[in-house]
Protein backbone atom coordinates (compact mmCIF):
# COMPACT_ATOMS: atom_id res chain seq x y z
CA UNK A 1 0.00 0.00 0.00
CA UNK A 2 1.43 3.10 -0.76
CA UNK A 3 1.81 6.19 1.36
CA UNK A 4 0.06 9.50 -0.40
CA UNK A 5 3.19 11.39 -0.39
CA UNK A 6 4.34 8.38 -2.47
CA UNK A 7 1.70 8.42 -5.58
CA UNK A 8 3.54 11.29 -7.16
CA UNK A 9 5.79 8.30 -8.91
CA UNK A 10 2.79 6.14 -9.77
CA UNK A 11 0.39 8.53 -10.81
CA UNK A 12 3.77 10.13 -13.62
CA UNK A 13 3.32 6.47 -15.01
CA UNK A 14 0.09 7.72 -16.11
CA UNK A 15 1.59 10.86 -17.09
CA UNK A 16 3.78 9.36 -19.13
CA UNK A 17 1.68 7.39 -21.33
CA UNK A 18 -0.31 9.89 -21.83
CA UNK A 19 2.04 12.63 -23.28
CA UNK A 20 4.23 9.77 -25.09
CA UNK A 21 1.66 7.29 -26.12
CA UNK A 22 -1.56 8.65 -26.32
CA UNK A 23 -0.79 12.77 -27.51
CA UNK A 24 -0.84 13.00 -31.79
CA UNK A 25 -2.33 10.22 -32.04
CA UNK A 26 -5.23 8.85 -33.94
CA UNK A 27 -7.16 5.48 -33.86
CA UNK A 28 -9.82 3.72 -35.53
CA UNK A 29 -11.63 1.45 -33.14
CA UNK A 30 -10.78 0.01 -29.82
CA UNK A 31 -8.85 -2.95 -31.55
CA UNK A 32 -6.63 0.01 -33.33
CA UNK A 33 -5.81 1.15 -29.87
CA UNK A 34 -4.65 -2.13 -28.59
CA UNK A 35 -2.71 -2.92 -31.34
CA UNK A 36 -1.08 0.29 -31.30
CA UNK A 37 -0.42 0.16 -27.47
CA UNK A 38 0.65 -2.96 -27.54
CA UNK A 39 3.85 -1.77 -30.23
CA UNK A 40 4.52 1.15 -28.24
CA UNK A 41 5.14 -0.66 -25.04
CA UNK A 42 7.63 -3.53 -26.77
CA UNK A 43 8.98 -0.92 -28.52
CA UNK A 44 9.62 2.46 -26.74
CA UNK A 45 8.18 2.46 -23.35
CA UNK A 46 10.13 -0.99 -22.10
CA UNK A 47 13.41 -0.34 -24.06
CA UNK A 48 14.00 2.54 -22.78
CA UNK A 49 16.55 3.56 -19.65
CA UNK A 50 13.85 3.97 -16.84
CA UNK A 51 14.64 7.31 -14.54
CA UNK A 52 14.61 5.95 -11.33
CA UNK A 53 15.81 2.09 -12.02
CA UNK A 54 18.45 3.05 -14.44
CA UNK A 55 17.71 0.14 -16.57
CA UNK A 56 15.47 -1.49 -19.16
CA UNK A 57 11.98 -2.31 -17.89
CA UNK A 58 12.36 -5.48 -20.25
CA UNK A 59 15.56 -6.52 -18.61
CA UNK A 60 14.17 -5.95 -15.31
CA UNK A 61 11.52 -7.97 -15.75
CA UNK A 62 13.22 -10.75 -17.48
CA UNK A 63 15.49 -10.56 -14.68
CA UNK A 64 13.84 -10.45 -11.55
CA UNK A 65 10.04 -10.06 -12.33
CA UNK A 66 9.07 -12.69 -14.76
CA UNK A 67 10.07 -15.86 -12.17
CA UNK A 68 7.98 -14.79 -9.92
CA UNK A 69 4.63 -14.93 -11.93
CA UNK A 70 2.24 -17.80 -11.67
CA UNK A 71 0.92 -19.66 -14.44
CA UNK A 72 -2.60 -17.98 -16.27
CA UNK A 73 -5.65 -20.18 -16.31
CA UNK A 74 -6.23 -22.49 -19.07
CA UNK A 75 -9.55 -20.89 -19.63
CA UNK A 76 -9.51 -16.99 -20.09
CA UNK A 77 -11.86 -15.23 -18.23
CA UNK A 78 -15.05 -13.91 -19.92
CA UNK A 79 -15.17 -10.79 -19.36
CA UNK A 80 -17.95 -10.02 -21.67
CA UNK A 81 -20.84 -8.13 -20.69
CA UNK A 82 -23.68 -10.33 -20.17
CA UNK A 83 -27.30 -9.94 -19.96
CA UNK A 84 -30.67 -12.32 -19.65
CA UNK A 85 -33.03 -10.85 -22.57
CA UNK A 86 -36.23 -12.14 -23.72
CA UNK A 87 -36.78 -12.08 -27.33
CA UNK A 88 -39.61 -10.86 -28.68
CA UNK A 89 -42.57 -12.90 -30.91
CA UNK A 90 -40.79 -12.13 -34.35
CA UNK A 91 -37.30 -13.56 -33.40
CA UNK A 92 -35.83 -10.00 -32.11
CA UNK A 93 -33.03 -9.79 -28.86
CA UNK A 94 -32.74 -6.07 -27.87
CA UNK A 95 -29.47 -5.38 -26.74
CA UNK A 96 -28.53 -1.34 -26.47
CA UNK A 97 -31.14 0.51 -28.75
CA UNK A 98 -30.64 -2.54 -32.00
CA UNK A 99 -31.96 -5.86 -32.00
CA UNK A 100 -30.28 -8.66 -33.28
CA UNK A 101 -32.29 -11.90 -34.63
CA UNK A 102 -32.41 -15.38 -33.79
CA UNK A 103 -33.49 -18.84 -34.87
CA UNK A 104 -37.42 -18.29 -35.03
CA UNK A 105 -37.36 -21.37 -32.81
CA UNK A 106 -36.54 -19.29 -29.54
CA UNK A 107 -38.93 -16.86 -30.27
CA UNK A 108 -40.68 -15.53 -27.22
CA UNK A 109 -37.86 -17.05 -25.19
CA UNK A 110 -35.53 -15.69 -22.02
CA UNK A 111 -32.22 -16.42 -23.55
CA UNK A 112 -28.55 -15.06 -21.83
CA UNK A 113 -26.65 -12.20 -24.33
CA UNK A 114 -23.46 -11.84 -24.31
CA UNK A 115 -21.48 -8.81 -26.02
CA UNK A 116 -18.25 -7.77 -26.08
CA UNK A 117 -16.61 -4.89 -28.32
CA UNK A 118 -16.95 -6.62 -31.59
CA UNK A 119 -19.85 -9.40 -31.21
CA UNK A 120 -23.40 -10.15 -29.90
CA UNK A 121 -23.35 -14.01 -28.69
CA UNK A 122 -26.84 -15.23 -27.85
CA UNK A 123 -27.09 -18.44 -25.70
CA UNK A 124 -29.91 -20.50 -24.34
CA UNK A 125 -28.67 -21.22 -21.40
CA UNK A 126 -24.85 -22.95 -22.08
CA UNK A 127 -26.03 -24.03 -25.78
CA UNK A 128 -24.76 -20.65 -28.34
CA UNK A 129 -27.64 -20.53 -30.65
CA UNK A 130 -26.39 -17.41 -32.80
CA UNK A 131 -23.76 -14.52 -32.90
CA UNK A 132 -23.87 -11.67 -34.61
CA UNK A 133 -21.04 -8.49 -35.53
CA UNK A 134 -22.11 -5.80 -32.59
CA UNK A 135 -22.98 -2.58 -34.83
CA UNK A 136 -22.98 0.43 -32.66
CA UNK A 137 -25.44 2.13 -35.01
CA UNK A 138 -28.94 2.93 -33.40
CA UNK A 139 -32.24 1.81 -34.00
CA UNK A 140 -30.72 -0.99 -36.16
CA UNK A 141 -32.47 -4.64 -36.83
CA UNK A 142 -29.42 -6.96 -37.35
CA UNK A 143 -30.72 -10.05 -39.09
CA UNK A 144 -30.08 -13.26 -40.44
CA UNK A 145 -32.23 -14.62 -43.17
CA UNK A 146 -31.35 -18.62 -42.13
CA UNK A 147 -33.25 -17.69 -38.75
CA UNK A 148 -36.17 -17.12 -40.58
CA UNK A 149 -36.54 -20.23 -42.98
CA UNK A 150 -40.08 -22.04 -42.27
CA UNK A 151 -41.78 -18.81 -40.00
CA UNK A 152 -43.73 -17.00 -42.55
CA UNK A 153 -45.12 -20.69 -43.30
CA UNK A 154 -46.30 -21.05 -39.68
CA UNK A 155 -46.72 -17.67 -38.51
CA UNK A 156 -48.96 -15.94 -41.32
CA UNK A 157 -48.24 -12.71 -40.03
CA UNK A 158 -44.57 -12.56 -39.66
CA UNK A 159 -44.52 -11.41 -43.18
CA UNK A 160 -45.98 -7.69 -41.82
CA UNK A 161 -43.91 -7.93 -38.35
CA UNK A 162 -40.50 -8.71 -40.42
CA UNK A 163 -41.47 -5.58 -42.64
CA UNK A 164 -42.33 -2.99 -39.93
CA UNK A 165 -39.48 -4.06 -38.22
CA UNK A 166 -37.32 -3.23 -41.38
CA UNK A 167 -38.91 -0.01 -42.27
CA UNK A 168 -38.55 0.86 -38.47
CA UNK A 169 -34.43 0.73 -38.60
CA UNK A 170 -34.61 2.87 -41.43
CA UNK A 171 -34.31 5.94 -38.58
CA UNK A 172 -36.05 8.37 -36.68
CA UNK A 173 -38.13 9.62 -39.81
CA UNK A 174 -39.39 6.57 -40.38
CA UNK A 175 -40.57 6.01 -36.85
CA UNK A 176 -42.74 9.27 -36.90
CA UNK A 177 -44.16 7.86 -40.38
CA UNK A 178 -45.14 4.98 -39.17
CA UNK A 179 -46.49 6.02 -35.88
CA UNK A 180 -48.68 8.94 -38.01
CA UNK A 181 -49.69 6.29 -40.31
CA UNK A 182 -51.39 3.89 -37.72
CA UNK A 183 -53.69 6.65 -36.70
CA UNK A 184 -55.30 6.92 -40.68
CA UNK A 185 -57.93 4.96 -41.66
CA UNK A 186 -55.49 3.23 -43.95
CA UNK A 187 -54.10 -0.40 -43.42
CA UNK A 188 -51.30 -0.45 -41.91
CA UNK A 189 -50.11 -3.90 -43.44
CA UNK A 190 -50.05 -4.21 -47.15
CA UNK A 191 -49.35 0.25 -46.44
CA UNK A 192 -46.07 -1.31 -44.84
CA UNK A 193 -45.17 -3.62 -47.48
CA UNK A 194 -45.30 -1.40 -50.14
CA UNK A 195 -43.42 1.45 -48.83
CA UNK A 196 -40.85 -1.64 -48.11
CA UNK A 197 -40.73 -2.10 -51.95
CA UNK A 198 -40.51 1.23 -52.47
CA UNK A 199 -36.90 1.06 -50.24
CA UNK A 200 -35.98 -1.81 -52.61
CA UNK A 201 -36.55 -0.29 -55.21
CA UNK A 202 -35.07 2.97 -54.79
CA UNK A 203 -32.81 2.97 -51.81
CA UNK A 204 -33.40 4.09 -48.15
CA UNK A 205 -32.20 7.40 -48.86
CA UNK A 206 -34.60 8.25 -51.57
CA UNK A 207 -37.68 7.23 -49.45
CA UNK A 208 -36.62 8.84 -46.29
CA UNK A 209 -36.40 12.08 -48.20
CA UNK A 210 -39.72 11.17 -49.60
CA UNK A 211 -40.73 10.56 -45.87
CA UNK A 212 -39.54 13.70 -44.72
CA UNK A 213 -41.44 16.14 -47.61
CA UNK A 214 -44.59 13.95 -46.84
CA UNK A 215 -44.48 14.58 -43.06
CA UNK A 216 -44.14 18.43 -44.02
CA UNK A 217 -47.52 18.25 -46.01
CA UNK A 218 -49.16 15.56 -43.88
CA UNK A 219 -49.63 13.20 -46.75
CA UNK A 220 -49.68 9.37 -45.83
CA UNK A 221 -49.50 6.75 -47.52
CA UNK A 222 -47.11 4.73 -50.25
CA UNK A 223 -49.21 6.27 -53.25
CA UNK A 224 -47.79 9.99 -51.70
CA UNK A 225 -44.10 8.30 -51.21
CA UNK A 226 -44.22 7.06 -54.92
CA UNK A 227 -45.03 10.19 -56.06
CA UNK A 228 -42.58 12.30 -54.14
CA UNK A 229 -39.53 10.04 -55.47
CA UNK A 230 -40.92 10.22 -58.95
CA UNK A 231 -41.46 14.01 -58.75
CA UNK A 232 -37.77 14.12 -57.40
CA UNK A 233 -36.14 11.88 -59.80
CA UNK A 234 -37.59 13.87 -62.97
CA UNK A 235 -36.34 17.25 -61.32
CA UNK A 236 -32.85 15.57 -61.22
CA UNK A 237 -33.46 13.68 -64.56
CA UNK A 238 -32.26 10.57 -62.78
CA UNK A 239 -32.41 7.19 -64.46
CA UNK A 240 -35.35 4.59 -63.76
CA UNK A 241 -34.09 2.11 -61.06
CA UNK A 242 -31.96 -0.98 -62.24
CA UNK A 243 -34.41 -3.30 -59.71
CA UNK A 244 -37.74 -4.03 -58.92
CA UNK A 245 -39.83 -5.38 -56.30
CA UNK A 246 -39.78 -9.43 -58.05
CA UNK A 247 -36.13 -9.27 -58.91
CA UNK A 248 -34.69 -12.44 -57.86
CA UNK A 249 -32.23 -10.78 -55.36
CA UNK A 250 -33.08 -11.85 -52.00
CA UNK A 251 -34.65 -8.83 -50.87
CA UNK A 252 -33.91 -9.96 -47.20
CA UNK A 253 -30.63 -10.36 -47.62
CA UNK A 254 -30.06 -6.95 -49.60
CA UNK A 255 -31.85 -5.74 -45.93
CA UNK A 256 -29.78 -7.56 -43.87
CA UNK A 257 -26.14 -6.73 -45.83
CA UNK A 258 -25.13 -2.83 -44.14
CA UNK A 259 -23.71 -0.79 -47.31
CA UNK A 260 -23.14 3.35 -47.22
CA UNK A 261 -25.78 5.21 -49.13
CA UNK A 262 -24.79 8.19 -51.05
CA UNK A 263 -27.24 10.96 -52.22
CA UNK A 264 -28.36 10.39 -55.66
CA UNK A 265 -27.85 14.78 -56.21
CA UNK A 266 -23.64 13.62 -55.50
CA UNK A 267 -23.39 12.12 -59.17
CA UNK A 268 -26.13 14.72 -60.73
CA UNK A 269 -22.94 17.24 -61.31
CA UNK A 270 -21.55 14.54 -63.22
CA UNK A 271 -24.48 14.99 -66.01
CA UNK A 272 -23.92 18.93 -66.01
CA UNK A 273 -20.37 18.90 -67.53
CA UNK A 274 -20.69 20.51 -70.74
CA UNK A 275 -18.75 18.87 -73.81
CA UNK A 276 -16.54 21.74 -74.33
CA UNK A 277 -14.87 20.91 -70.90
CA UNK A 278 -14.23 17.06 -72.23
CA UNK A 279 -12.15 18.85 -75.32
CA UNK A 280 -10.67 21.45 -73.04
CA UNK A 281 -8.92 18.78 -70.58
Known amino acids: MKSPHEKGRVEKTIGYVKSNFLSGRTFLSLTDLNL?????????????????????PIDLF?????????????????TRLIRGVKSTSQSLAQFETNRYSVPFAYASRMLTL?????????????KLITQHQRSYQKYQVIEDPRHYKGLLSSRPHGAYFKERD??????????????????????????????IQLVDLYGKTEVLAAME???NHHALGHDYLRNIIQANRRKRAASPPIGSPCSKINPD????????????S??????????SDHENR
Not at 114 to 126: G, M, P, T
Not at 172 to 194: C, F, G, M
Open 62 to 78: EQQEKSLLIPLPQIDFD
Open 253 to 264: LIRSTWVEERNP
Open 213 to 215: HAL
Open 266 to 275: LYDAHFDIKE
Open 114 to 126: KADDQSVFLYDKE
Open 36 to 56: QACSWRDQVANCRIHGATRTR
Open 166 to 195: ALLALGDIAHHYVQLLTKTELRLPPQIKKI
